[in-house]
C-alpha cells in the first residue's frame, strides 16, 4: 500500500506489533516511535525512516529492501530491538543522511546521488558507493569525524571517472573518519581521499585513478592486485 507526500506515517502502540503483508511506499517520513515493525520481507520505500527515541520498540527488516530517499536515524538505540536480517538499505535519489546509531546492518548500497553523510559507528556485512556513466555528477561521501565504520565483508567505492571521482571526506575539515576491515582487501577506483583512515588488518586499494587529498592513512595508491592463482602439477 502507498501513502500520498502530505501524510506522515506513525508506528506508535505500546505493546503494539504490525507486520507488512504487502510491499510499503511512502513519499513521506515513516516513524517508529513504540511497538514492533516486522517488514515481512517486503520492499519498503519512504522518504526518511525516523526511530530516534528512548520509547521500547522493535525493528525487524528481514530481507526488505529499504529504499529511503532522504535520511535513515536511529541515532537513539536505547530499548531498540534491531535485526537487520538479509535486508538492503537503499539511497538513490537526491542527498542522504544515515545516522546507524552504531549498529551492525547487513548491505547499504549508495547510488547516483550528489551527498552522502553517515554518523556513528556502525558495522555493515557489505558497504557500496557508486556512481555510473548515466548520473551526470559526482557523490560526496562524508564520514562523521572520528567515526568507525566496519566492514565485515566487503566495502566497495568507486567514481564513474577521472573528472567525477567519488569525494571520501569527513564531516569534520582536518579530523580523520575511519573504515576498518580485518582481514583480506579493498578494491576501489577513481576516489578523491582527504580526512579518511583505512585500517584493521585489510589492505586498501584506492585505485590507480584515485588521488590523495590532505591527512589520509592507510589506502594504498595503486591497483588491487589480481587473486592468487595456484597451479599444481602432478
Known amino acids: 500500500f502507498s501513502f500520498s507526500t502530505l501524510t506522515p506515517v506513525q508506528f506508535d502502540g505500546i505493546g503494539g506489533s504490525w507486520t507488512l503483508l504487502d510491499p510499503f511506499a511512502s513519499s513521506s517520513d515513516v516513524f517508529l516511535d513504540r511497538g514492533e515493525l516486522i517488514t515481512g520481507n517486503f520492499n519498503f520505500s519512504a522518504y526518511s525512516f525516523l526511530s530516534n527515541n528512548a520509547n521500547i520498540r522493535s525493528l ?15 541515532s537513539n538505540t536505547t530499548n531498540l530491538t534491531f535485526d537487520a536480517g538479509t535486508s538492503t538499505i537503499l539511497f538513490q535519489a537526491g542527498s542522504g543522511n544515515f545516522r546507524g546509531g552504531g549498529l551492525t546492518y547487513n548491505v547499504i548500497k549508495i547510488s547516483n546521488i550528489s551527498n552522502m553523510s553517515i554518523y556513528g559507528s556502525n558495522s555493515y556485512k557489505k558497504f557500496f558507493a557508486t556512481t555510473n556513466s548515466s548520473f551526470s555528477g559526482s557523490l560526496t561521501l562524508k564520514l562523521e569525524a572520528n567515526s568507525t565504520h566496519t566492514i565485515l565483508d566487503t566495502l566497495f567505492l568507486q567514481g564513474t571517472s577521472i573528472p567525477k571521482r567519488l569525494n571520501l571526506q569527513s564531516l569534520t575539515s582536518g579530523t580523520k573518519g575511519n573504515f576498518s576491515k580485518s582481514i583480506g582487501k579493498v578494491c576501489c577506483n577513481f576516489l578523491n581521499i582527504t580526512d579518511n583512515n583505512a585500517g584493521g588488518g585489510a589492505a586498501f586499494f584506492a585505485g590507480v585513478n584515485s588521488i590523495q587529498g590532505s591527512n589520509v592513512t592507510g589506502w594504498i595508491f595503486l591497483a588491487c592486485p589480481p587473486p592468487l592463482t595456484i597451479s599444481l602439477f602432478k
Open 60 to 74: 525487524q527488516l528481514g530481507s526488505s529492501t529499504m529504499s529511503i530517499s532522504n535520511t535513515w536515524n536511529l
